[in-house]
């Protein structure tokens, strides 16, 4: 069985994006990391308080990974964005290879641009990192489709 991991990529831990998730894999063993409990500076802005590596040492201990985001902006929030930004510039990214991702997103309304723009960012991590893209779904707020059409195991 595979080891699930839920990435809360919400700076509000207990909002949507953390109720969907809950929600989504609520019969399924998983484990949670909440992305604003870490601080991971922009692309090319590398201190010493820097904890990205406590986030890939995390991950590395998952075969899968579901990864939830508020809509802002007609994208992913900022830090699954800053998060996404930095995989280009560290080998530790490595550990991603041959995981399976889930990725969604929900907002008030996300129009059909905003959904093809996630669509496109989840397709091109997943081929970028060698990872093996299983879902993405955007929806509203509620959650709905999500929790419908997206079955991770």
Known sequence: MDKILFINASPNKNGNTFRIGEEL????????????????????????????????????????????????????SGILKTFIDRLYMLDEARILQGKKLYLFAQGSAPDADTVKSI???????????????????????????????????
Not at 135 to 141: L, P
């Open 119 to 153: 669509t496109f960012l989840a397709s091109r991590v997943a081929t970028l990192m060698h990872m093996d893209l299983q879902g993405v779904v955007v929806d509203n707020s509620s959650g709905r489709k999500i929790i419908s059409e997206m079955h991770v195991k």
């Open 25 to 76: 894999l609520a019969n399924t063993p998983h484990d949670i990391l909440q992305m604003s409990d870490y601080k991971i500076y922009q692309y090319n802005q590398v201190y010493s308080d820097d904890e990205i590596s406590k986030v890939f040492e995390i991950i590395a201990n998952y075969d899968t990974l579901a990864i939830g985001s508020p809509v802002y902006w007609y994208t992913v």
